[in-house]
């Protein structure tokens, strides 16, 4: 059967001309992309957001980040092809509904993805905001041509962006890939209430390392109780002593619990990113502890290349993915 | 584009007449099954296996087997369409090779697939065990009708066979699924040596459920150190206290497995199979275990319904499509 011949011309014409929007929202920050449909970044735009954000003033946020991106680009609404967003929480994608969300308080079921169309009026998309960076580093990062990969997030929370089989992994519930629940040997075993952090996650998430160097400190009446994550695993690799155990029973416990991953999923690289996740020092210190867990396959970890963009690459992914998908219909 | 008229009146051609093989090699016993191209048993066969048993030994198992088959359902050699094969051990089914197991000695990259279809001559697919029970359970077991599920199989070791988005899981090394290395608060946390059983099967497999009972029988100079996992199970329900003791400890390492796969698979089933996985006095107590552990979703137990049968089903399973791709070729 002969195509008609514009299509053999062109086969990705729809993405000739046009923009589209990715945007991360973050659980302290919003931030929007525009990117051409040949996904290259041509503007930014960062806002922040709060704790009580509701969905409705997070939309008319990214509106007028939207609003100012075209202003500051010079580029006309009407060249906008679809948008891309990341939510912090359980996100079913296909139904376009933000199930649950421990960070944004008040975010139950909420229907995203036709706000988002209402407010925007482009085509829109979203997916959980780890899944998306996940997506990112598919696309263009640290896990270009891999078809089985695990991206893990430490920050504020954990959580695990889980490729199999070349498709992302979502689960019967959207839930698949919320491994700041799991419990390994040096988590708390006791049942997590909802809203609550998982058990990995309020041991090892940015908040968790925290209160690990603030119990040490306590009992020692020092001044230090301030630092970061990130600033602990630098005063270990100085040698400070309880600053070093922080790090060893972080490294410890993500070892087990990329072990644990390992052995279910046996994917080709772990990633590791968030703000703590992308710490060279914790990297080191867990492949050390890795080494010795070969059996029955030897995990491979790296960091994230994407840095903090793999979400809004991710996003872009996604909006040129349905940009593709409304010309095709 | 017209197709041949043949195909148009029966697209199921290749299947009308015929026989397939389905194999389960066990850690103690082989099993050969006959069946129609619809899929129905005619016949089983079944013989001992050793630990010792070398990749020669086994395949001239299989093909005695096979000839008894034969001449028991009469049915001549000609009507064989292809043979399905399920290994203990980490198997790789594209190239058709068992890659390591701990079960049988000696088995290292084996070309079992090959060396199958040189012996039976006639075309074979291989596949790990547990994997080949989960594809059972998913054609005519207790995971109809789903696309992401997990069958867990407890025996004489540890593994799952499980299916996201519809698909077998099978990792970037075959080696996904190995859940018998998961190292949760229970389990030791040393390295495992190659070849050696992963820490959660050490400690709640029927080896270790039976290492656990003995401990405790030791310190007290009791008679009964000979009981199996059932029996010490069966104990625990009539309310002996150290065979409860037992029970609940197994239950509640389970039950951290099942919940740590569950945060990163979001599966809508879990199915329990294996000589000890298919204990209802197991299931009950781990589901008890398992109520308070809700979020962020509740993981759901069921015992496997085709019980020993699941690896033959799955390897008649996998030869009807193996005979299915080689008739399409």
Known sequence: MARPSNALKSPRRPRAGGYVIGVDIGASNLRVALATMKGSLVGKWRASTKESASPDVVIQQIRAG????????????????????????????????VIATSYLRGWKNVPLRDSLESAVGIPAAIENDVKLAAIGEHWCGAAWGLSDFVFIAIGTGIAAGIFVNGQLLRGGGAAAGEVGYLIVPGTSEVPVKPGAAGSLESTISGEGIRAQWQRLQKNKNAAATTLDATEIFELARRGNRDATDVLQRTARILAYAVYNLSVVLNPALFILGGGVGRSRVLLAETQSILKQYAEPSKPRLALSTLGEDAQLLGGIRLALDRADAGAAR
């Open 66 to 97: 939207v609003d100012e991106l075209l202003a500051q680009c010079s580029v006309r609404r009407e060249c906008l092809r679809a948008i891309g967003v990341g939510a912090p929480g359980v996100t079913d994608a296909s139904s376009g509904v």
